[in-house]
């Protein structure tokens, strides 16, 4: 499974990730409701500011004849200085400007709206390329028995407000990064504090799996004490259990042995039944050996194979010496990490130096063991270029009390015993031709 698979499964991850999307999307969303709220109450500041300003106008504003009389200054000193920014306009029914303040001098009068008598209408529009808001209400006068519709514009430069909007949209969107920054930290703490105890966790139930630690302390949060607890009854649990097994079959290979080792001394029995009782004897040994396996026990134990392998080497290359056998050895390492056997020492070295012994029995010059490893997988292969087996004997080989006699000794209950001990550790051993020497080739497969 590769590591883009595998994030969705540490919890580390999910609280990161869960955590880093309710920051960058809440913070964000609240940053904008909360300036498109200041941009809300800017308009209705302006708004009611404007209309202000229209009262102060409507105040001097009188009809004679037919005609809008202004007074030559107004109250609002802005409407009488050129290009100040706060322009006002009368316009009549056809929309057509009948007066505008001396502010308004020199500048093309945009298209107004015109509400209807009484209501009144804030928009924008642009003067000479630069954004303006709009207040225009319409009013009627009495004149002759006659209403007149005027309406009453009050323009002001918008710029002021941007400024006033930009300065507050910054200052807030700084504010939101550094409460980011600050949630950020404080998760990443948080984090920490509440993942100390998982930690820790794992890093004893590493130590039990390398067989440094006995067992679980119980120093955790009563979520994770159960468990602790739990997991120590069974390793108490399981121990005693191998503790009697051994026991047990320790008695009963001594209460065997002894007999066994009376009838053997008794002159009147024949070669056959000297060569019978020694393979009694060597089954009773088998026995007792497979039984006495701690595959059970294999979790929490973790042997390094390359050790176990040199050693298996350098004892048989002295052995076959004389035969001139050589003995080659090749890895191939997942991510250069070590290869370690989730078992007993002794089970892997009786299941990698009974191949070993075979493989040297049956070659003529060349024996390869290869220690490879994967993402998920621990594969140990011995091929020899011997003759190699057919494949009735493949298919007979581990059949039980089967012989295949492809080398001078055979396979015998040495192949019994490992199929039997990759069997206890949920591995597999597969029989198949060498490709590289031309001879057989044997795998043993374990889980990582």
């Known amino acids: 499974m590769t590591s883009s698979k ?12 869960s955590g880093l999307l309710l920051i960058m999307v809440l913070l964000p969303a609240i940053g904008f409701t909360v300036n498109k709220a200041f941009e809300r109450q800017i308009a209705l500041s302006i708004e009611n500011q404007l209309n202000a300003y229209m009262y102060s106008v409507l105040a001097v ?9 202004m007074p030559p200054h107004l109250v609002e000193n802005q409407f009488n200085v050129i290009g100040s920014g ?3 306009l009368i316009s009549d029914q056809h929309n057509k400007t009948v007066w505008s303040s001396g502010s308004f001098f020199g500048l093309n009068t945009p298209t107004l709206r015109q509400p209807l008598v009484g209501q009144s209408q804030f928009y924008r529009v642009k003067i000479d390329k630069i954004k303006h808001v709009v207040f225009s209400f319409t009013v009627s006068f009495s004149h002759q028995k006659q209403l007149i519709p005027l309406t009453l514009h009050i323009i002001k430069d918008e710029s002021d407000y941007q400024t006033q909007a930009d300065e507050f949209n910054h200052t807030l969107w700084v504010w939101i990064g550094i409460l980011m920054l600050v949630l950020i930290i404080i998760q990443v703490v948080w984090l920490a504090w509440t993942l100390k105890p998982l930690r820790q966790f794992s890093h004893e139930i590493t130590l039990v799996e390398q067989g440094k630690l006995a067992e679980l302390s119980q120093s955790y949060p009563n979520e994770l004490s159960i468990l602790a607890k739990q997991l120590n009854t069974l390793l ?4 005693q259990q191998r503790n009697r097994y051994r026991n047990a079959l320790s008695d009963l290979a001594h209460s065997l042995k002894t007999p066994l080792a009376v009838i053997k001394s008794q002159p009147q029995l024949t070669q056959d039944s000297h060569e019978q009782l020694d393979h009694i004897n060597h089954i009773i040994g088998y026995q007792l050996k497979k039984a006495q396996s701690v595959a059970g026990n294999a979790w929490h134990l973790g042997i390094n194979v390359d050790e176990t392998a040199a050693k298996l080497i350098r004892t048989l290359t002295k052995i076959y010496h004389s035969s001139h056998k050589d003995i080659d050895y090749q890895q191939t390492l997942y991510q250069d990490q070590a290869a370690i056997f989730k078992g007993d020492s002794a089970d892997l070295s009786e299941m990698m130096g009974n191949l070993l012994d075979n493989a040297c029995k049956a070659a003529k010059h060349q024996v390869l063991l290869t220690l490879e490893t994967t993402a998920s997988e621990l594969i140990i292969s011995v091929e020899d270029d011997g003759p190699g087996l057919t494949a009735a004997q493949q298919a007979l080989i581990f059949e039980r009390g089967a012989r295949a006699d492809t080398y001078q000794q055979g396979h015998g209950i040495g192949l019994a015993i490992v199929s039997d001990l990759v069997n206890s ?17 044997f795998s043993l ?3 990582r």
């Open 6 to 17: 595998q994030w969705h499964h540490s919890l580390k991850t999910r609280f990161v990730v």
């Open 236 to 239: 108490h649990t399981e121990k």
């Open 61 to 69: 504003a009188e009809v004679d004849n037919g005609d809008i009389n």
């Open 86 to 88: 706060l322009y006002a």
């Open 445 to 447: 497969i374990f889980a």
């Open 425 to 441: 550790y949920q591995g597999k051993l597969i029989v198949s031709d060498s490709a590289q020497l031309k001879g057989a080739k």
